[in-house]
């Protein structure tokens, strides 16, 4: 009598799960001397292996993006007898977006003109990008289509002073947030005394 269970394997891997690790070895009920042989199959079925014993490893590299589930078919063979177990498995995704802010400075004068360009955003590891402002007057920027940092209001020392935002990238199907803390410095008025102080000349006028 021959009997065999796959509820034990894992069925929800990362994909970055290694190439060459187990996801586990079919549990066989046999006590015969024949020899039992195995083999996998369905849709993505390349992806894996099955050796002899009965152990299923990853053979090529995992991606959410590409393929998000496998349907797999686990076959188990002893002479002309055979047994078929279904075999599902769920790809979980990685975060793979890495970005990075690089701003012209961290402290920005008052009098800065709206639509400077301030900074801009790099980002790896996705597609499709957008990217959204969060935090207290973060309408007083703006991000262009392809990331870079904008002044879309005046600034104003005597109101606010700093601003502790967050920028939020988001790509097909991953996201991350990157605190963005801006000052804003006091355009200083000039000293006419103190600039006339050794010597000073007007023109006259008429």
């Known amino acids: 009598q021959l009997s065999t269970n796959t509820s034990f394997l894992q069925n929800d891997i990362r994909e970055d799960f290694p190439v060459g690790s187990s996801l586990g070895k079919i549990e066989v009920e046999y ?23 009965g152990t299923i490893k990853l053979k090529d590299e995992l991606d959410f993006e590409e393929k998000q589930s496998y349907n797999l078919l686990v076959f188990t063979f002893l002479g002309d007898k055979s047994i078929t177990n279904k075999l599902d498995l769920n790809i979980i995704n990685v975060n793979e977006i890495k970005a990075s802010v ?18 801009n955003i790099d980002v790896n590891g996705d597609s499709g990008l957008s990217y959204s402002l969060s935090g207290k007057n973060s309408n007083d920027f703006s991000i262009t289509s392809d990331g870079k940092i904008m002044i879309e209001n005046p600034l104003d020392y005597a109101s606010k002073d700093s601003y502790k935002l967050t920028l939020t990238v988001d ?9 963005l803390n801006i000052n804003v ?3 200083q008025e000039p000293d006419f005394v103190a600039a006339c102080e050794n010597s000073c000349s007007l023109a006259e006028t008429s």
């Open 102 to 119: 690089n701003l012209s400075s961290n402290t920005l004068h008052e009098g800065i003109s709206t639509n400077s360009i301030i900074g």
């Open 185 to 187: 410095a006091q355009n």
């Open 171 to 179: 790509g097909k199907n991953d996201s991350v947030d990157i605190p």
């Open 31 to 53: 006590t015969g001397s024949d020899i039992v042989r195995f083999a996998i199959g369905g849709p993505g079925s390349e992806n894996f292996e099955i050796d002899q014993n």
